[in-house]
């Protein structure tokens, strides 16, 4: 969308993941571990002015988890042969996790979801404790390069 064209309803896009050593993200993204490309080849499909810091998210097989924060894109919005970059959240879950845990909050990674049976809307919750191996390992970050995701951006007013 143009820079000048504010949406007034919350947008949503689903697009691939792409590799960092693919020329189209090379030249966007700074910094491997901590950044992600994603986007389309064609261009027409990614973030512009005013979506940083809005969410990604990957489908894992039976929920959305958030993966990314939307942080720049190259050359315009959407450009074709520029991928959009993200900031990958699993690079800074330690430090996440060490802020929260000094509010003495409780994190939802560390919990486990179940759903009571369809005669209840009550969802609980049971606490386990999760590794996170992901922050250790930049191919481990999505199943598979090209997998979807979906970029929900904020409104700007």
């Given amino acids: 969308r143009p ?5 007034q ?5 689903y697009i691939r993941t792409i590799h960092h050593n693919d020329s189209t993200c090379a030249r966007s993204i700074g910094h491997v571990t901590v950044q992600f490309c994603g986007g389309v080849y064609e261009g027409g499909k990614g973030i512009c002015y005013g979506d940083s810091g809005g969410p990604i998210f990957e489908w894992l097989g039976d929920r959305w988890e958030q993966v990314g924060i939307s942080s ?7 450009s074709v042969g520029y991928q959009s970059v993200f900031t ?9 996790e060490e ?3 000094q509010s003495n909050a409780t994190t939802l990674s560390s919990f ?4 009571a049976p369809t ?6 919750f049971s606490n386990n404790t999760t590794t996170n191996n992901a922050a250790n390992n930049p191919n481990s970050y999505f199943g598979i390069c090209g ?11």
């Fill in 9 to 13: 309803l919350l947008q949503q896009l």
């Fill in 119 to 124: 005669t209840s809307n009550t969802t609980t």
């Fill in 88 to 96: 990958r959240l699993a690079a800074f879950y330690d430090w996440i």
């Fill in 147 to 157: 997998s979807f995701i979906v970029v929900v951006f904020q409104l700007i007013h």
């Fill in 3 to 7: 820079a000048n064209i504010k949406p």
């Fill in 112 to 115: 486990k979801t179940s759903t």
């Fill in 72 to 78: 720049y894109m190259m050359n315009g919005c959407a």
């Fill in 99 to 101: 802020v929260i845990n």
